[in-house]
């Protein structure tokens, strides 16, 4: 936000340049790709304008914050040149731990249990506001979205959202979230900012062919029935590492996206029509 703050982190990061005017970057023709880290109000301008410009793009969840500027950004993809990719930081789908529950798993309709102890957030904070914002189910339940998504290996088709208390706001970030997939896959999302800090911030669950999954925190996976599986230890792991790597790979080489842009859409459009479900206390078709 600042020219000085900007400079004198460049220099401690070993960068060669940096601007407080991102058009600078769109201009540069040394440059492949552009990561969008800013407020989630500003996302989806500056994504378009990048595409435009014929950069791929790495933007930090939500994509966006509505269906118009959704709607903007499909057009803008969809007229960048040959090559151009869009990625969203949906990055617990390439944690190791998320990449072996997919493999024992294998194809196939699920019950998936997914529930994240958030954490409280003051009202006030800017992530509550709508216009800046979008609440925390557009910004952040769209992560555990997308990984349901990854773990059923089908697209969400409708959405049931239903929050605390009698009369919860669209911004609520205390709601359970139904999810039903094109193969049959059930999923409950259960996003809670009225937990315990001493309990587990993230925890899974999969049930499918008589064997279960539980991951707890990114950190341990435990399987029951399974030939030849049963525990999975490591340190905290939610794949950002990986993503990047995989992405910087793509950049270099070329290659297909890491996240189909149809996957992408979905989830995105599956966070609006939660709030939607919300507001209009009924299943939403996507």
Known sequence: AQGLSAKILARKAG?????SDYQN?????EVDLVMVTTRHNLHARMVIEALRNGKSVFVEKPLCLNETELDDIIRAYQGAPEGTTLTVGFNRRFSPF??????LLGDGPKNIVATMNAGFIPREVWVHDLEIGGGRIIGEACHFIDLCSFLAGSEVVAVCMNALGENPEENTDNASILLR???GTNAVINYFANGSKSYAKERVEVFSQERVLVLDNWRKLTGYGFKGFSSMKAGMDKGQKRQFTLLNERIREGGKPLIPFGSILNTTKATF????SLKERCWVNL
Do not use: F, H, V
């Open 15 to 19: 960068a060669e340049n940096a601007t």
């Open 98 to 103: 998320a990449e072996k529950m997919r493999r």
């Open 181 to 183: 997939y094109a193969n």
């Open 25 to 29: 970057i769109l201009r540069d023709p």
């Open 273 to 276: 029509a939660c709030i939607t």
